[in-house]
């Protein structure tokens, strides 16, 4: 028997010749109106950021993250700019258990009855350290938190997902997601998972109305990056909102056609572009 590789639609230059296209995409007003987005860690960092930008463009926004107090400030500041209510979903991806995921499905089936876009950005880094150290309940917690619940989540939300005209899923990756880094240990393993959770949806969404992407955001300036950089110069980094475009392309219907492709955010650092 031959194996099949994934045929995920590729990229071709004529569509989107340069991966700056997508990082200088900017909307039309009201690109998202009417479109239901669920984003995970919308409290802070690169979640908020995001769930932010959606609301801006239109979207109704499943503001998903562990602490109610962040998601409160998230939906305020939607509220306070005028976006369209968006839901409090206040949900730990690392103690959520069958009952947690039925309620969730139930909730948003009954407000929205439909879910049009995903949006996996919640992580955690766990530790930095060599794997003959690495310590045991961290690695699991890290698999659980980064990849385990990205599937659970999706596996859940499907077929609300299916309701939609057009469905999009976007993961959340990172650089030590294509070649291990020393040190990243279960931070690294688990984004390599996420591309591969990635790729396999995608290859099974082929021909329907969902498609599944990943981004990689780059160095940015939020919690998790000053806690696995504490020395470095932190006015380097750019904002979380610098890292949107990408996010808001994929998960609008301007994405649409684009499945199994990850792209990323920030162009590559000077010594990698030689
Ligand atoms: N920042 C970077 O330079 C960088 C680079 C490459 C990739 N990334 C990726 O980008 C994504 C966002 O990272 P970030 O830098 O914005 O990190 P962050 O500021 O630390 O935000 C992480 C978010 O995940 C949420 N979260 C963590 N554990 C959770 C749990 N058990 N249940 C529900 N939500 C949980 C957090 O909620 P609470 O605040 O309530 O805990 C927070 O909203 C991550 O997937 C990360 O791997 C970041």
Known sequence: MTARRPNCRRLKSAELTDPQQLRNYQPAPNSHQGRVVI??????????????????????????????????????QIVKTGGPKPALLPFNLETAGAAEYDSLHDALDREFGRVDG????????????????????TWCKVLHVNLTAAF???????????????????????GVARRGRAYWGAYSVSKFGTEGLMQVLAHESEGTRIRANSLNPGPVRTAMRLQAFPAEDRNRLVEPAAVTAPYLFLLGPEGRGINGMTFDCQPPPPAAQA
Do not use: C
């Open 152 to 174: 659970l989540l999706t596996r859940t939300l499907l077929p609300l997902l299916r309701r939609s005209g057009d469905a999009s899923i976007v993961f959340t990756s990172s």
């Open 118 to 137: 995903l949006a996996h950005i919640a992580g955690i880094l766990g530790a930095l350290s060599p794997i003959d150290h690495y310590d045991v309940p």
């Open 39 to 76: 984003v995970t860690g919308a409290g802070d960092g690169i979640g908020q950021a995001v769930a932010l930008a959606l609301a801006r463009q239109g979207a109704t926004v499943g503001l998903l993250g562990r602490t109610l107090r962040k998601l409160e400030r998230s939906y305020d």
